[in-house]
């Protein structure tokens, strides 16, 4: 069975500091992967997707950036923190590019002090 | 600006009761998918239904799709404690397939 792991489940970080978020998928592959946002009592705002490796989609321009190292690993980076760059990040895959059902991450809530 | 929009923002019934969310959008989709949330939690699916389809039930659930009127509901029926959490609407609309979420509804469902 397909499973995500998502890491770390919080963080606490000064600003202007670096970041790195890594979310793996296994048990299958070519994975549609995503990382979202969520800011309190807000939806969920796309930031990047991928249809495979090296292949970074931007939906927002921000201080973050991804990258997809390998088939089923996705990272979530920044080099300087931002205080708006705090909340509760989400990765998730999908099986293809029609997105009919995502699968998430138990998420990553970062506090950026 | 938000595709989904989920009304209400926040919903408080009796364990028992049937609970009602809607969601509206603004442009063509291809599907709509409700997904649902535990406090401090990843997404979970529920159900997705397609623009050429009218209904859809799962469960405890049931979805409806008004095209017409760019919206759907999600009824689920004999709620339970355990239904507390929050309810997201997600559309796609494009031919990447990227969803976009609305705000959620927040269900209380009092034992």
């Known amino acids: 069975s397909q499973t995500i792991h998502q890491w770390p489940a919080t963080l606490v970080q000064p600003v202007g500091s670096p970041l790195s978020l890594e979310c793996t998928v296994e048990g299958t592959s070519n994975p549609n992967l995503y990382w979202y946002r969520q800011a309190a009592g807000r939806g969920l705002q796309l930031l990047f997707y991928s249809v495979g490796i090296g292949q970074i989609s931007s939906e927002v321009p921000q201080n973050l950036s991804a990258s997809r190292p390998q088939d089923r690993q996705f990272i979530l980076s920044s080099k300087k923190l931002l205080l708006s760059d705090s909340g509760f990040y989400l990765c998730?895959?999908?099986?293809?590019?029609?997105?009919?059902?995502?699968?998430f991450g138990s998420g990553t809530q970062l506090s950026v002090l | 600006s938000q595709q989904g929009e989920e009304d209400p923002q926040a919903l408080s019934i009796q364990e028992g009761e049937n609970a009602t969310m809607n969601c509206s959008y603004k442009?063509?989709?291809?599907?709509l998918q409700w997904y649902r949330q535990n406090s401090g939690r990843g997404l979970v699916h529920l159900i997705l239904?397609?623009?050429?389809?009218r209904e859809k039930h799962s469960g405890r659930l049931r979805v409806t799709l008004d095209t017409s009127k760019k919206s759907s509901s999600l009824l689920i029926t004999a709620s339970r404690a355990a239904d507390t959490a929050s309810y997201f609407c997600a559309t796609d609309v494009g031919a990447n397939s990227k969803l976009t979420f609305g705000k959620g509804i927040t269900l209380s469902v009092r034992p």
């Open positions: 998730a895959w999908s099986i293809d590019t029609r997105a009919e059902k995502l699968f």
């Open positions: 442009t063509s989709i291809n599907n």
């Open positions: 239904i397609r623009s050429n389809e």
